[in-house]
T-cell receptor
Framework: DTAVSQTPKYLVTQMGNDKSIKCEQNLGHDTMYWYKQDSKKFLKIMFS???????INETVPNRFSPKSPDKAHLNLHINSLELGDSAVYFC???????????????FGPGTRLLVL | QKEVEQDPGPLSVPEGAIVSLNCTYS??????FMWYRQYSRKGPELLMYTYSSGNKEDGRFTAQVDKSSKYISLFIRDSQPSDSATYLCASEMDSSYKLIFGSGTRLLVRP
């Protein structure tokens, strides 16, 4: 009964390859996110989708392309992987809130990507 | 300058100690202030949040926000070894969907 799940948990690949990470949430939430956590534990938002529509797109290289086939899924495809892409990628989801009400974000377990 | 600053630690305390974790932020538009706990090799989980200034208590945990000084604090009373984790503060503008995290403070509670 995992709320937010990600696959794979670990990904080791060569520079220049293309890879995808998948995320699924069974919480019935409207909004999903991708975060990147670097080796110093700094967690930074990359993208957010609300009802399959992109609402946040931070200054991320266009080698990163999110895709949301439905509200419960948000995938991340990365082209031409670089050494600097090595990090832990977290998916999260939240229910759309109203003003004054926090939409708590629930995080997945993370995907550890190592680019060699 | 990062929008949310946090001392990375590590902070090592004996079991039973009172722990004080702190962050500062620069954006006056932030309305929500959160503390997430992250165990090793796990995703962050929300511990507490406050809306605007004030205090909030939940068991052994107390969160404080002082908007005048842009200062966020988390106090842990009677700390336990199971509290050993990285604590991330985060802030958000109203309904922005965008959490801005500090870099996290690693806490170690020694038995």
């Amino acid at each position: 009964d995992t709320a937010v799940s990600q696959t794979p948990k670990y990904l080791v690949t060569q520079m220049g390859n293309d890879k995808s990470i998948k995320c699924e949430q069974n919480l019935g939430h409207d909004t999903m996110y991708w975060y990147k956590q670097d080796s110093k534990k700094f967690l930074k938002i990359m993208f957010s989708y609300n009802n399959k529509e992109l609402i946040i797109n931070e200054t991320v290289p266009n080698r990163f392309s999110p895709k949301s086939p439905d509200k419960a899924h948000l995938n991340l495809h990365i082209n031409s992987l670089e050494l600097g892409d090595s990090a832990v990628y977290f998916c999260a989801s939240s229910q759309e809130g109203s003003s004054g009400k926090l939409e708590t974000q629930y995080f997945g377990p993370g995907t550890r990507l190592l680019v060699l | 300058q990062k929008e949310v600053e946090q001392d990375p630690g590590p902070l090592s305390v004996p079991e039973g100690a009172i722990v004080s974790l702190n962050c500062t932020y620069s954006n006056s538009a932030f309305q929500y202030f959160m503390w997430y706990r992250q165990y090793s090799r796990k995703g962050p989980e929300l511990l507490m949040y406050t809306y605007s200034s004030g205090n909030k208590e939940d068991g052994r945990f107390t969160a404080q926000v002082d908007k005048s000084s842009k200062y966020i604090s988390l106090f842990i009373r009677d700390s336990q070894p199971s509290d050993s984790a990285t604590y991330l503060c985060a802030s958000e503008m109203d309904s922005s969907y965008k959490l801005i995290f500090g870099s996290g403070t690693r806490l170690l509670v020694r038995p």
